[in-house]
């Protein structure tokens, strides 16, 4: 596969996931608070390469990369995400400015599971949730391990594992997994968009 394919692989798995977890998010109400970004300000959030890809592709298209990679240079360790866009002194309270082409973290957060050492699922969320919504996640953490249907983090990262190895295996800290994500994109169309047919003589 070429980086454009590896791409819109990676947006349909996104698509098949987004499936499941609105079906997990409506039965069992654990839905973020509404206007919550503590977990989009946190600068320590990590991320791979290729799960970006759709979004450096998109930012690409609409000539946006530039502009975009200018903005990441000037970012430090300390720097919340770039698609995050705050609406309160403490960055607490804002939304996603690009939600369609939000990375797998932001994805799986809130509305999948992980196995602990006894092989039961939990459900990874935050402590926003688990106290704001105390009834509600103590409901659906017994019916995940029943016959409540819950994307497994685990299974969804191994689909990307089987796309690029390489863009997955190395979690970075988010804006610099979009950096070199739009960096990757502006290669790879450099070169595919600037490469000249070879004369018919040789062939």
Known sequence: MNLQEKSQEVRRVFDELDVETKAFLEASKLTCIPGCGFCCSNPKVNASVL??????????????????????????????????????????????SDYTNRG?????????????????KEIITCKK????????????????????????????????????????????????????????VLTYKFYTENQEPEASENF
Request: proline share 3%; charged share 30%; aromatic share 10%.
């Open 51 to 96: 799960e970006f890809l759709p979004l450096a592709f998109d930012l690409y298209d609409k000539g946006k990369a530039e502009k975009a990679l200018e903005m990441l240079e000037s970012k430090d360790e300390e720097s919340f995400c770039i698609i995050y866009k705050s609406m309160s002194l403490d960055n607490t309270k804002g939304f996603c």
């Open 104 to 120: 797998l973290i932001c994805r799986l957060f809130s509305s999948s599971s992980r196995k602990n050492k006894e092989g039961k």
């Open 129 to 184: 949730i688990k106290e704001g919504k105390k009834s509600e996640f103590e409901a659906a953490s017994k019916s995940i391990n029943e016959d409540l249907p819950i994307p497994l983090n685990s299974g969804i990262y191994n689909q990307l594992y089987n796309i690029d190895f390489q863009l997955t295996a190395q979690q970075l800290p988010i804006n610099q997994a979009i950096k070199k994500a739009i960096e990757v």
